[in-house]
């Protein structure tokens, strides 16, 4: 795999794909294309996330529906113009990819396969809004949070996190512009987008759900002698 990624945002992912792949755009000559892949969670439940992949990464893998794949990248976003507004588009941009076995999977106990990583992302970025926190019916903490993580010739990826119980509260006093660490797994969420006219449509929002959270510490420049 990629030994060389940025170490501000790095994530593997591992499941199974569920859609064919669509073209996306074209850059120098290269052809980029999306599908999605479909991530277990322990609950049972899944995530349906969407993957960006160059062509030159398909050489030697057949896009098969249920194939299932090894995903190594970053969590990217950007802005597309819809309806005279910008929407902040979520997705895994994958710097590799390759076809899982099961076959070839070693034998484990249940407790051992709980173990194995499916989805993970970490992130070192900059809170560039002040984290909402908030309380549901049920007393569980929650805050949202936006990381701005800086990307290569001077681009930034704006990725939606959310925290939960100790995390949650831990982020009520946390300053814009202060530099944090997350770990988490990306994960698709479902909700209705209301409009003023009464109607509504099904949306799906793409976020990492922390697990853990730790302030970046600046490491002080060692004084110069004065002459």
């Known amino acids: 795999m990629v030994a060389n990624l940025l170490e501000n945002n790095h994530l593997v992912l591992v499941?199974?794909?569920?859609?064919?792949?669509?073209?996306?755009?074209?850059?120098?000559?290269?052809?980029?294309?999306?599908?999605?892949?479909?991530?277990?969670?322990?609950?049972?439940?899944?995530?349906i996330i969407p993957i960006t992949v160059s062509e030159r990464l398909l050489t030697n893998i057949d896009l098969e529906i249920g194939k299932k794949l090894s995903v190594e990248g970053q969590f990217r976003s950007y802005n597309s113009y819809q309806n005279e507004r910008n929407k902040l588009i979520l997705t895994v941009f994958a710097k590799d990819m390759v076809e899982v076995n099961d076959e070839e999977e070693p034998k484990e106990d249940e407790e051992e396969k709980s173990n194995v990583v499916t989805n993970e992302v970490v992130l070192s970025g900059y809170i560039c809004k002040k984290p909402i926190y908030r309380q549901t019916p049920f007393d569980r903490e929650i805050a949202d949070i936006l990381l701005a993580v800086n990307r290569a010739y001077n681009k930034s990826d704006y990725i939606p996190c959310i925290a939960w119980g100790r995390?949650?509260?831990?982020c009520q006093n946390i300053e814009?512009?202060?530099?944090?660490?997350?770990?988490?797994?990306?994960?698709?969420?479902?909700?209705?987008?209301?409009?003023?006219?009464g109607t509504s449509e099904t949306r799906v929002a793409y976020e990492v759900s922390v697990s853990s959270m730790e302030i970046v510490e600046k490491?002080?420049?060692?004084?110069?002698?004065v002459v």
């Open 15 to 47: 499941g199974k794909v569920t859609s064919d792949k669509t073209y996306s755009h074209e850059i120098y000559g290269e052809k980029f294309y999306i599908f999605n892949l479909e991530v277990p969670r322990l609950s049972k439940a899944v995530d």
């Open 167 to 170: 995390n949650a509260r831990f």
């Open 176 to 197: 814009v512009g202060t530099e944090v660490k997350i770990i988490g797994r990306v994960q698709s969420r479902q909700y209705e987008k209301k409009f003023e006219d």
């Open 219 to 225: 490491e002080e420049k060692p004084k110069e002698d």
